[in-house]
Nanobody, 123 residues
Framework: QVQLVESGGGSVQAGGSLRLSCVVS????????AGWFRQVPGKERERVAV???????GYADFVKGRFTISKDNTKNTLYLQMNGLKPEDTAMYYC?????????????????WGQGTQVTVSA
């Protein structure tokens, strides 16, 4: 059974940084795509950044140059380094993984999700 557990959310002031972590368990190989997604109440979940099994990455335009996604295969852990945070980055952040996914896979097609971690950025 695939399980994902996020950590690292919190409250920061605008311009600050946070690093989110997501431990992925249950996959016997590293051949899965993983990503970070976020959602605010009343809005659809949106993709923030993804990393494929070959290490290739993709970012939403609104985080390019500020956020960096990475994966430590030895620890089965996915990271999202968030710098230059803005109040509009405030959201619940979720990690997801799926061996059937590729970089362009829409969020609704990911089968495995973490419980989410809240990020709040104050002005």
């Amino acid at each position: 059974q695939v399980q994902l557990v996020e950590s690292g959310g919190g409250s920061v002031q605008a311009g600050g940084s946070l690093r989110l972590s997501c431990v992925v368990s249950g996959y016997t190989s590293r051949s899965y795509c993983a990503g970070w997604f976020r959602q605010v109440p009343g809005k659809e979940r949106e993709r923030v950044a993804v990393i494929d099994s070959d290490g290739s990455t993709g970012y939403a335009d609104f985080v390019k140059g500020r956020f960096t996604i990475s994966k430590d295969n030895t620890k089965n852990t996915l990271y999202l380094q968030m710098n230059g945070l803005k109040p509009e980055d405030t959201a619940m952040y979720y990690c997801a993984a799926d061996s059937r996914a590729v970089r362009d896979t829409v969020w609704s097609e990911y089968r495995y999700w973490g419980q989410g971690t809240q990020v709040t950025v104050s002005a």
